[in-house]
């Protein structure tokens, strides 16, 4: 394992970034300030997108929350859902079947479950977030985090 950098991150802006999911946002984190900032993903300016390549020790950009990750926690979540009823309306609505209405809206009826999604999805992006500060050299299992801080 390599030096762990140590740096002073606002959890609840690293929080948000990993749960972008505008495809018109790119976020990244400065390791140096712990600043965390975006760029529109069509940004046309060629001088910044080297600078961002040239320091990319410096510039780590923070993966969004696509589709596809969105699926995975919904469908762990509606796996989780005990009532057998609820549970075939969310799943013919991740289907695509029209007749049951948008997954969002479907549970919006539910607030218990609602709120159990949330919590979730919560859980999920911040063990991403963990992971990915592992990965990336700034907390390890073993180091307290210089995090949450507020803003």
């Excluded at 390599?2 to 972008?20: C, K, P």
């Excluded at 069509?42 to 780590?60: G, I, K, S, V």
């Excluded at 607030?111 to 390890?140: C, H, I, Y």
Aim: charged share 25%; net charge negative.
């Amino acid at each position: 394992m390599g030096f762990v950098h140590q740096v002073e991150i606002v959890w609840d802006e690293l929080l948000d970034a990993f749960s972008n999911g505008s495809p018109d946002r790119v976020y990244f984190l400065d390791r140096i300030t712990g600043e965390i900032f975006f760029v529109p993903s069509a940004l046309e300016d060629d001088q910044f997108w080297r600078q961002m390549e040239t320091n990319r020790e410096r510039f780590l950009e923070i993966p969004g929350f696509d589709f596809g990750l969105e699926r995975q926690v919904i469908s762990g979540f509606s796996g989780q859902i005990k009532d057998s009823e609820l549970r075939s309306i969310l799943d013919g609505s991740m289907a695509g079947c029209r007749g049951f209405g948008s997954f969002s809206d479907i549970i919006s009826f539910f607030p218990e479950e609602d709120e159990r999604l949330r919590a979730m999805k919560d859980e999920f992006v911040a063990g991403r977030v963990q992971s990915w500060l592992e990965e990336n050299n700034l907390f390890t299992a073993g180091v307290e985090p210089l995090l949450p801080l507020q803003p």
